[in-house]
């Protein structure tokens, strides 16, 4: 079983940036499809971007590019979010997401994942 861990997140003012991480416990992100999910209460979770670690592929919702990337850092250990121009309708709870293999489904579908963290609060203030 997968275990993920994000950290990273806080509050920030409109404008703002703050980066995001997800471990495994005890795994390396080798061939997963990893993902970036985000939730307000009464919504459904939102795909943000996913990227396939062994290369190739990287997707974003079009309400973040230019503004967030995702990428692998510490030799595939660490899934990261960075998060530039935050606007306060990007506060919500975010994820991270895991699934073996090529993303081979909707990447940003949060019933392609079935490891899940437990989310870390992002808040922004106008």
């Known amino acids: 079983q997968v275990q993920l861990v994000e950290s990273g997140g806080g509050s920030v003012q409109a404008g703002g940036s703050l980066r995001l991480s997800c471990t495994a416990s005890?795994?390396?992100?080798?061939?997963?499809?990893l993902g970036w999910f985000r939730q307000v209460p009464g919504k459904e979770r939102e795909g943000v971007a996913a990227?396939?670690?062994?290369?190739?592929?990287?997707i974003y919702a079009d309400s973040v590019k230019g503004r967030f990337t995702i990428s692998l850092e510490n030799a595939k250990n660490t899934l990261s979010l960075q998060m530039n121009s935050l606007q306060p309708e990007d506060t919500a709870m975010y994820y991270c997401a895991a699934a073996s293999g090529y993303c081979a489904g909707p990447s940003l579908w949060q019933y392609s994942y079935p490891y899940w963290g437990q989310g870390t609060q992002v808040t922004v203030s106008s």
């Open positions: 990227i396939y670690t062994g290369g190739g592929y990287i």
């Open positions: 005890g795994y390396t992100f080798d061939r997963y499809c």
